[in-house]
């Protein structure tokens, strides 16, 4: 029998994971619509967006904040669009371009992906402007968040350059949350209420 104590950060962080999976099942399909519209709206409306060469985002899983009208607006603006890839071996993930969504597929924990032959945003070569729309259970109001727990974007955001938008709806947000050594924070947190620039 495992009788390894589990450590009270992760512990901490597993009981607020499943407090705000719940909160989030019980938002109905409507709600969760408008205040997904609501989200999107705000997001074309900010600076960073509109100056934004590049946007990098994430294809939502289910009952995940619906963000792919940003992606089509971007593409329509002539920006460029790129969606993560993740490797579950390393517990990394690299951005890859898309020109449609169509280019996206189920793949990596049944979550859509880009094709592995897409180009690869690389930060050392392309040297525009880029946004990056954040998923999330729960935020703080300093701007740390709460994922799933696999450090992806975590990984991925400790040497992204750009601006970080996290988004998330606005009864997710706490004034703290478990934080360790490697948590990364975003810059800005986009709700369906307001968007709010962490202290």
Known sequence: MNNIPIPPLKEKKDRMRRQYQELRGSISKEERHRRDSAICQAALDLVSFRYAEIVLLYAPMEREIDVLPIARAALQKGKRVAFPRCDAQTKTMQYHFVTSLSELS????????PGVHLPIYDQSIHSSSAVCFVPGLVYDRQGYRLGYGKGFYDRYLSAFHGCRIGVIYSDCIVSQVP??????????????KNVRVPR
């Open 106 to 113: 189920v793949s990596t924990y049944g979550i859509r992906e």
């Open 179 to 192: 934080r360790g050594r490697f948590d990364i924070r975003c810059d800005i947190l986009l709700t369906e």
